[in-house]
């Protein structure tokens, strides 16, 4: 426990702050205030619904429909993105090898296995099946997860997310529900 702290610690010390730009700011802004119109598009009248809902569509001059250039950063050639990464796997990697160096140290003349015929290159992979699917030696499993997660942690275009907005925003039909308040309410003091 005490190395995940002083690890926390030590992440916090080297983080660097992060430049937010503008335009990627805007993006979500509009993209959140598109989710919420059609969330709670049943709270407004038609009309409201109608207006709103043009200035993200409108052919011409809709914000979700404005083309844009791909202005996402290449994490390879920012040289602040390849600092902040090196400095997560520092603090990673450090106190492994700390504590790795430490059980050598300590446990150094311990036997823990002893097994009277050399182990083979198959056996590896035999005792992987044995453990079954979701085990901690499996090392291509690892493998995978570190490439996918790589590949969640990319930026999304934000042509997609547009686009999907836009698409929601057309399908969506409008239905107020509000409309029969006044028959709807009781009155109670009569």
Not at 56 to 85: C, H, I, V, W
Not at 144 to 156: F, I, L
Request: glycine letters at 4%; a positive charge.
């Amino acid at each position: 426990m005490c190395i995940g702290v002083l690890r926390h610690y030590i992440s916090v010390l080297l983080a660097s702050q992060k430049k937010i730009e503008i335009q990627q700011l805007q993006d979500s802004q509009v993209i959140l205030r598109s989710r919420i119109l059609r969330e709670n598009a049943r709270f407004i009248p038609k009309s409201s619904f109608n207006m709103r809902r043009l200035v993200f569509n409108n052919a011409e001059n809709g914000y979700l429909t404005q083309k844009r250039e791909n202005a996402a950063p290449n994490m390879m050639t920012d040289p602040s993105m390849m600092t902040d990464m090196l400095k997560g796997n520092i603090t990673n990697v450090l106190p492994m090898i700390i504590i790795g160096g430490w059980i050598n140290w300590m446990f150094s003349g311990f036997i823990t296995t002893k097994v009277p015929f050399p182990l083979t290159l198959r056996f590896k992979p035999m005792l992987q099946r044995v453990l079954g699917e979701n085990n901690a030696a499996d090392q291509s499993k690892q493998m995978q997860d570190q490439m996918s997660g790589a590949a969640m942690a990319m930026p999304p275009d934000p042509k997609v997310a547009f686009k999907a907005e836009w698409e929601g925003l057309e399908i969506i039909e409008h239905q107020w529900a509000l409309a029969d308040i006044e028959n709807t309410m009781t009155i109670k003091d009569k």
